[in-house]
Structures are given as structure tokens and as C-alpha cells.
């Protein structure tokens, strides 16, 4: 953290009302998708381990085809903040609209290379014969709806950055709950099995594009903003997000690596560690949604020229993260036994989450810090630190995961490893707060 003075009462008190008013609707918008994972985990787990196995190497796959391109939503809130808080809400919108011109363009790139190639995926991951055409199955169906996943990000972009994560929460609660109708009603219902699940998924997503895409139509109407693509905004949205692009491919390829070492210690530990990846999934969403408030108002503070503000504002959060990371770890600690037997009934499977969801538990504060910080700086504009840092975090997690089952560890050791990656996350961010280069000010960084 820079060292500011500690801020008045009534300073911090407005903080916290901004930080609530913003991250608790975000919270609900933020655990959609890890929401729909672990509804199709809790379903498909049902229907035997072979099928949760694959569920999990799928999964790990299509959110890493997503989330490699979060920067859809996570640049377009900090650009639109910043024009927010230079009070040009026209330009703002407009930059929004780029962000959701080039999701459609790479959501059709994306479509075309996961298709034909998903088998060759579900092979890298060392699937077993068993999990592996699951694994397929739902992989291509799901690839589906990217396009769909992608616009959700760029529209989420543009609303968080004009200061709403209300709308984004009333979308979330809708398409998490026609996701589970669905998935239950196609796999059971229609008896579709995992195939069910991953249709149930896409036409969700699709529906939560339809009604995101009406609200930021509406506000460009309404501003004056046009609607049209124009490349060269577009090209800048792509530009500007590279360096969080190579931030996220460091962490996607930190949780890829996670997995494939899991699916390599044998069905029961990836079926385990699907679970616990839904459920950290979960945790991380929960405390990103004070990282997400941390987006808006942060660029909001730079783009009015108030470093003080931005300085303020980032050491409250910071506390918020703190404080959100040791509740949720002791929930975690405590709910684990109740938790454990809504997933599987495979008692060889509980056995191995018991001690690694304890390791998730004791992770937590470090997690509320690391988020924190990593939406602070995100709002600031300051993705080359971010990209840089999540590349050093790789060097040192890679070789010490890879070493687990050499070594003769299992799951708890793997996730000893990504508590590891947290900690040294964290110590990059830290410093890099702490300096004070983040504080630029204007409309544009």
C-alpha cells in the first residue's frame, strides 16, 4: 500500500457505503459462472465419477477459453470509469460498444478452433478412456455459447464502468436460474445426460446476452452513442487489453496445469479437485466483487484527478479483502463435512476433499488481499505490472506443482502449491501498490 494518512471517519464511512452500493450487487453478477459449474457439477455427479471427471477436465477447458478474454469486461470497466469521472458519458458508452464488437469477432475465432479440436484437448489433460468422452461431449456443445459468454463480459464492462452492478445482478439471478431448470430438465428429464448439461448451459447464456445487449442498446440511444463497429476503436479495445490478456493466459495456465496434474493422479482426485475448483471459483468471485467495486471507483477517481481519493479508496478495500477472506475461510472450515456429500457419494472421492478443502480454508485472507489489489490496479489501467507479475507468479507455481506426483503427493500437496502461487501473487501486488506508480490521472491512461 502507498503510505497515505489513515482517513477520517466520515471519509472512510463513504468508502464503505461506494464499496457496498457497488460489490454486493456485483457479488450476484460475479458468481454466475462459477454458479453454473457447480450446478452442472452437483447434477452431473449424479450420474457417476466418470462423467464428473470429464464434467471437470471440460470445464477447466471452456472457462479457460472464456476467461482468457475477462478483459472484455475488466479494461472496459476501468476505460469507461474513467471517462465516467471526466463527466463524458457519450464517449464512454462508445468505447463500451467496441469491447462488445470485438467479443462477437472473438468469440467466432474461438468456435472455430475448440470444435474440431477438442478431442486433441481432452488428450492433453491425460483424461482417462473412461472420462474422456464426456469430456468431449460436453466441450463441443459448450463452445456453443462462447460468443454468447463474451458478450456478457464486454456488456458487464460498460455497466460496471457507469457505476451500475445492479442490472448485472438481476441478469445473473435469471440466467443461473434457467440454467439449473434447464440442465435438470435435459439430463434427467429428457434423459440427455451430460450432453443435457452443457445444452442447458448455452441456451442460458445466450438468454443473458439477448438481455444485456438491450440495456447498453438502450443507454446508447439514449446518450447518443453510436452503435455501429468502428476499427479503429476496435483496435484499440484489442490493444489495450493484450497485457491483461497475457496476466489472465498466466493464471488460466496456472489452474491448467492444477488440473492436469490432478487427472493425473487418477479419477478420484480430479473428480475431488473438480469440486474444489468450482468451490474456489466460487470463493474468488465473492471477494473479486470488492475488486470489482475497487474497477469502477478507482477509475473513477483517476479519470476526476483525485489521487488522494484513489489512494483512500484502495487501502479500505484492501481491509474489506482482508476481513471477506477470513470469514469465508472459516465458513469453508466449518461447512466442509455438509458440503462434501451434495457433490458425490463416492466415499474414496469425500475422502480426498476433506484435508485439501482445509488447505482452500486457511488460503482465504490471502486470496481477499490478492483480489483487492489485482481490481485496483486493473482500474488504474495498469495491466503491464499486472502481466508481468502473473508471469513471474507462473515461473515459481509450474515447477512445484509438476513435482507433486513425482514426489508421490496428492491433492492436498497440489492445492499447498496453489496456496503457494496466492502468496507470491500477493507480495507482487503489495509492492507494486505500495509504490504509488499506479496513480495516473485523465479520461485516458
Not at 489472465?248 to 475448483?277: E, F, K, N
Not at 486470496?367 to 482500474?379: E, I, K, R
Request: with cysteine; charged share 10%.
Amino acid at each position: 500500500m502507498t503510505q497515505a494518512p489513515v482517513a477520517p471517519r466520515n471519509i472512510r464511512r463513504r468508502h464503505d457505503r461506494e464499496i457496498v452500493s457497488l460489490a454486493v450487487p456485483a457479488f450476484g453478477a460475479l458468481v454466475a459462472e462459477p454458479l453454473f459449474v457447480m450446478a452442472d457439477s452437483a447434477i452431473v455427479g449424479h450420474l457417476g465419477t466418470p462423467q464428473l471427471a470429464g464434467l471437470g477436465i471440460a470445464a477447466a477447458l471452456l472457462t479457460t477459453a472464456v476467461s482468457v478474454f475477462v478483459f472484455l469486461a475488466y479494461a472496459t470497466t476501468a476505460a469507461v470509469a474513467r471517462r465516467v469521472g471526466a463527466g463524458d458519458l457519450k464517449a464512454a458508452i462508445r468505447q463500451g460498444m467496441d469491447g462488445v464488437w470485438l467479443a462477437l469477432l472473438l468469440g467466432a475465432a474461438v468456435i472455430a478452433v475448440v470444435l474440431p479440436a477438442a478431442p486433441w484437448f481432452i488428450d492433453l489433460f491425460g483424461a482417462s478412456d473412461t472420462a474422456a468422452p464426456y469430456a468431449v461431449t460436453y466441450l463441443r456443445i459448450s463452445a456453443l455459447g462462447i460468443p454468447a459468454m463474451l458478450m456478457v463480459l464486454a456488456a458487464t464492462g460498460i455497466l460496471r464502468g457507469l457505476q451500475d452492478t445492479r442490472t448485472p445482478l438481476y441478469v445473473a439471478i435469471g440466467g443461473f436460474a434457467l440454467n439449473a431448470a434447464l440442465n435438470v430438465g435435459l439430463v434427467y428429464g429428457a434423459g440427455l445426460g451430460i450432453a443435457g448439461s452443457a445444452w442447458g448451459t448455452v441456451i442460458a447464456q445466450f438468454a443473458m446476452a439477448a438481455v444485456y445487449l438491450s440495456v447498453v442498446v438502450r443507454g446508447a440511444r439514449r446518450h447518443g452513442a453510436s452503435l455501429r463497429p468502428d476499427a479503429a476503436g476496435i483496435r484499440a479495445s484489442a490493444q489495450a487489453g493484450v497485457p491483461l490478456l497475457v496476466r489472465t493466459l498466466s493464471l488460466r495456465a496456472v489452474l491448467m496445469i492444477a488440473t492436469a496434474v490432478a487427472a493425473r493422479l487418477g479419477d478420484a482426485d480430479i473428480a475431488a479437485h473438480q469440486i474444489i475448483l468450482s468451490l474456489w471459483s466460487l470463493l474468488a468471485f465473492a471477494l473479486d466483487a470488492i475488486a470489482i467495486a475497487g474497477q469502477a471507483i478507482i477509475g473513477r477517481y483517476l479519470g476526476a484527478e483525485d489521487t488522494e481519493g484513489a489512494r483512500q479508496a484502495c487501502r479500505r478495500m484492501v481491509e474489506w479483502g482482508i476481513a471477506a477472506g477470513v470469514v469465508l475461510g472459516l465458513l469453508v472450515a466449518v461447512a466442509r463435512p455438509l458440503f462434501i456429500p451434495l457433490f458425490t457419494g463416492d466415499h474414496t472421492v469425500q475422502d480426498t476433499l476433506l484435508p485439501a478443502l482445509l488447505v482452500v480454508a486457511v488460503s482465504q485472507p490471502i486470496s481477499g488481499v490478492v483480489f483487492v489489489l489485482d481490481g485496483v490496479l486493473m482500474g488504474a489501467g495498469d495491466g503491464p505490472y499486472l502481466a508481468w507479475a502473473m508471469l513471474l507468479t507462473l515461473a515459481c507455481f509450474a515447477p512445484v506443482a509438476l513435482l507433486v506426483p513425482v514426489l508421490g503427493g496428492g491433492l492436498t500437496t497440489l492445492w499447498w502449491a496453489m496456496t503457494l502461487m496466492m502468496a507470491v501473487r500477493m507480495l507482487t501486488l503489495w509492492l507494486r501498490a505500495r509504490s504509488g506508480r499506479w496513480l495516473v490521472t485523465g479520461a485516458t491512461r
